[in-house]
């Protein structure tokens, strides 16, 4: 073990290095991380998500402030999608976190995806682990936004807080649906400008048309200005609040659980087919099901159909 | 069979209908889609890639009327990463391809994803299935190139265009290693705009700077002004030149072979890992692990590893 021991005592260096390692597959990275595994699942995960420009960088950056002065060791992972195209280079706003830098209570890590599908959810889940072990009270997993990445990082968190601002129109509309299904808090960002109160009475309507959520939890509205600092201890309180609430109904525990279980299936997943490639690549039947399928003589589905019915698996 | 007919003699109701089906994961979809699949594997399929603003949706457009002009019949997917919060509204400029909406020999579908993973190159894969059944020349696949999604899709293509533009600065260099890697075509966009000349040099120069492609193609370098339908001919018989060297190298139908078997191993792992917990969910070392992996006593790697090793699968 080159980092566990460091990475227990919160070593930042020993703690990138291992997210590192764990990044490029490194099978050592896999040995460490399951050393750090029994001192995992104390940290409070915390999502901001919203469409782009409303401000979500500025109000991660003040929070993280904002939970500083309370006396709380704040991790962020950033999922950087790692376009061949982009190459992540829309991320630059990212680098405003730096002036957290001095601070040996706040580590910042980008995770890059590097192409694999699925490979998202691992990597980010494994950085979380890695922070998560080094004694981070709170984790921020921080997302561009759009599409799958999101999606597949949602179920991370404990607690999401979905931004918007005045002045979006249409996009609130659109918006709807998606924010009263994963909002756990809502933020009205910018909320000195013109609209603000309209864009607040609005959420404050949806939510109150809606049946409360399982648990008896309803999404506080809650204006911010980021940019003057404004509202910020105001949606720290509210993320304390479903914090407490979620313990209070035993879910804090649970809804980490929910996740170790579908990270559990994702591994098995891959490594049944590994197995079962493996055993049956050179068989006959096999051989003659890829020919087919070559020759367009089967379709995908079928031949996947046929090879699972002649599977058996049993665990002895 | 309610579709597959029609969907043979290009019905686009019923061909809208059937990926409808398949989206939703209806079975019937399935069912009709093993009927088509014989007649599938003679499309052309194309996609365009780039950043944001550098006028790829514009690109489509044009393209789509010149190989309108010249007798093909063409069809688009347009992947929609449906994330709950933008919830497609991202996708507002596509609207734009309205203006071929009276012409029969073009079809545009959008693919919603619907958050599953992997469920996008899964619906995208069978929408271009019924789109190649229905008897499309040429099919496009539009993604909307931010992460995961964008790779996911990478693969179905036979060519792939990478758009750039003047004025892109570091961006360029962002994308110069993405770019030699997946560009089969480099297109210059606004080449009407100051600096085009320097774009062109310096991807001439990238491209001279590598080892040619395996088989010896050299992506070429063309210039459009897509807004002025300006080199958008060129950028067609590009296209047809790329096609016309892959069918040379008997890579055309090897393409999309390995597409098919990802495709085929895709499957077999989702059915592979439902059979696999049907057949052990009740076992008492089951529920144990499990168990275990509640308490954290064990991290899911090696849940995962001990449940891997008990397991021994074989073809009947």
Chains 1, 2 share one sequence.
Not at 58 to 80: C, H, N, P, Q, Y
Not at 188 to 202: F, I, M, T, W
């Amino acid at each position: 073990m080159r980092y566990a021991k460091e990475v227990l005592k919160g070593n930042q260096l020993a703690g990138s290095r291992l997210i590192r390692l764990l990044e490029e597959g490194d099978p050592q990275g896999i040995k460490e991380l399951k050393v750090l595994y029994p001192h995992t699942g104390k940290a409070f995960v915390l999502g901001i998500t919203g469409p782009p420009g409303v401000g979500k960088s500025t109000i991660l950056d003040r929070l993280i402030s904002e939970f500083r002065k309370r006396g709380m060791k704040v991790g962020v992972v950033a999922v950087d999608p790692s376009s061949p195209i982009s190459g992540g280079a829309i991320l630059g706003d990212r680098l405003r976190m730096g002036r957290h830098a001095g601070d040996g209570g706040v580590f910042v890590r980008s995770i890059a995806t590097r192409g694999h599908l699925g490979g998202l959810s691992k990597a980010t889940k494994e950085a979380f682990l890695v922070l998560d072990a080094m004694g981070f009270d709170i984790i921020f997993i921080e997302t561009v936004g759009v599409g799958q990445d999101e999606v597949a990082v949602r179920d991370f968190v404990h607690t999401t807080a979905v931004v918007s601002m005045p002045g979006m129109g249409d996009e609130v509309q659109s918006m709807k649906a998606g924010l009263l299904e994963i909002g756990n808090i809502y933020v009205v960002n910018k909320a000195d400008l013109p609209g603000a109160e309209e864009v607040r009475q609005h959420l404050q309507a949806l939510n109150q048309s809606r049946p409360m959520n399982a648990g008896g939890w309803r999404p506080p509205v809650i204006m911010t200005a980021a940019a003057k600092n404004e509202g910020i201890a105001e949606l720290a309180d509210a993320f304390m609040s479903h914090r407490q609430h979620l313990a209070h109904q035993g879910r804090l525990a649970d809804t980490l659980f929910e996740h170790e279980l579908r990270f559990f299936r994702q591994i098995v997943q891959v490594l049944a087919v590994e197995k079962i490639f493996d055993q049956v690549s050179e068989l006959p039947a096999y051989i003659d099901l890829i020919k087919s399928l070559k020759e367009r003589k089967i379709d995908p589905y079928s031949a996947a159909e046929r090879l699972i019915k002649r599977l058996k698996c049993k665990v002895i």
